[in-house]
């Protein structure tokens, strides 16, 4: 342990603080407008990790040398930040979400029941599911869009868009365990403890699954007592219907993002034919999602800098518990860190027996939904959902409070199975 391992370890607690707070620094742009702008630039969630990454570098600079400050933030893997940021902006593109829609709302019609609320259900059930095909930051971005006119409204009870934002979250991060590739804590071990997606299938897919629709049946029913009739679908998109042979590029388009997810080089330059394209038929398009994507992205690589000094402490917490402790070990750990991490770090124990590795994934991924940090797709919720709160922002205590009930949930699924 050194002194800049020590900073890097303050530094990553005030920012964990700081994303509990971001409401507060709202309420100081009130009482402060002269000082409002850079009040509302510390009240983004998707800032936070940025910002103090910004001020770790510093620090090092000055502790030990811009060269070694610069070699530092070369030597981290900025992949998954950059995934994240491609695949949010072609998912949520005009022709990907109609097919989606246009899925969902067949599926609805089938159902019997309210076809509004069978088209809530399928955004909290069968997209999160989806994700263990098209990666778990597609579904939150399409699940997230879909529902936002739905449940996420001014209108709606404060307490019940809690409730349903954590069901998404913990949805979405368990519902990526039915294959191998698709949930980044999986992903950071699936290689190197030999994890096909049979075997996730086999050990984690089906109790993730029940857990899944048990949590989108609850939030569904409590929805539906809610739910004011004029708002049961979404606005009409006026613009000119898409082509399908549009919608069927654009869906291969996110196929090849997702095929070479890590290989950088090839995904952005997929991503830019991406751009190439709709701008040629911006007929067919609705705004990209830029700003948000980058927000995340933003977010995402602060958390890869800041993450990447607490090994020292987090490794040896995580090799000195025995399987049961492992499992709410990783549960607690998760709230406070990315939840990739936790399990990378674990990918680099010698020894480590089968039962402990189950446990260490399945803590892992049953608590990705308490924070916004906990899973990587979570910033990109928060991103595209704040604006149905009040302030147009979400309190990070909130988000844990509506995420309680649905964690022990899938944890209990995870855990006793």
């Known amino acids: 342990m050194d002194t800049i391992q020590i900073v890097a370890t303050v530094i990553f607690a005030i920012a964990l603080l700081h994303t509990f707070l971001t409401k507060s620094f ?15 630039l510390l009240g983004e969630v998707e800032v936070v990790f940025g910002f103090w990454a910004f001020v770790l570098i510093s620090a090092m600079a000055l502790i030990d040398g811009g060269a070694d400050a610069i070699e530092y933030m070369e030597s981290r893997q900025y992949t998954e930040p950059l995934f994240v940021f491609v695949v949010m902006v072609v998912a949520a593109s005009r022709p990907v979400l109609d097919s989606v829609r246009k899925l969902v709302g067949m599926l609805a019609k089938l159902a019997p029941v309210d076809t509004a609320v069978a088209q809530i259900w399928l955004c909290f059930a069968l997209v999160p599911l989806i994700g263990s095909f098209i990666t778990e930051p597609a579904a939150m971005t399409l699940a997230a869009l879909m529902l936002a006119p ?54 984690f897919g089906w109790k993730s699954a029940i857990a899944v629709v048990i ?35 654009h869906l291969i388009f996110l196929a090849g993002v997702v095929v070479f997810a890590h290989h950088p080089v090839v995904f952005i330059g997929v991503f830019l034919f991406f751009l190439g394209f709709t701008k040629a038929y911006e007929d067919f398009q609705s705004p990209l999602i830029l700003k948000e994507g980058l927000l995340v992205g933003f977010f995402l690589a602060g958390l890869v800098v800041l993450g990447g ?16 402790a492992l499992f709410f070990g990783a549960l607690g750990l998760t709230a406070i860190t990315d939840n990739a991490a936790l399990t990378y770090l674990g990918s680099l124990i010698e020894g480590m027996s089968d039962q402990a590795k189950y446990m260490l994934v399945a803590g892992a991924v049953a608590g990705g939904g308490l924070t916004v940090i906990a899973n990587a797709p979570n910033p990109a919720g928060v991103a595209l959902l704040r604006s149905g709160f ?28």
């Open 390 to 417: 009040n302030d147009e922002s979400i309190g990070l205590g909130g988000l844990l409070l509506g995420a309680l009930l649905p964690t022990v949930v899938a944890a209990a699924f995870l855990f006793l199975l």
């Open 215 to 249: 949590n989108a049946s609850v939030i569904t029913v409590l929805l539906a007592r809610h739910m004011e009739r004029n708002d049961q679908t979404a606005a009409a998109d006026d613009a000119a219907p898409v082509p399908l042979v549009v919608s069927a590029i």
């Open 309 to 324: 000094l607490q090994q020292w402490w987090l490794q040896p917490i995580i090799s000195g518990l025995e399987p049961a």
């Open 150 to 203: 739905l449940v996420f409204r001014q209108r709606a009870p404060e307490w019940l868009k809690y409730g349903a934002l954590g069901v998404l979250f913990v949805n979405i991060s368990i519902g990526g365990t039915l294959t191998s590739f698709a949930a980044p804590p999986v992903l950071m071990v699936a290689a190197t403890w030999n994890w096909d997606t049979a075997f996730m299938a086999a050990n």
């Open 26 to 40: 709202g309420r100081l742009a009130d009482r402060h407008p002269k000082h409002a702008g850079l009040f509302h």
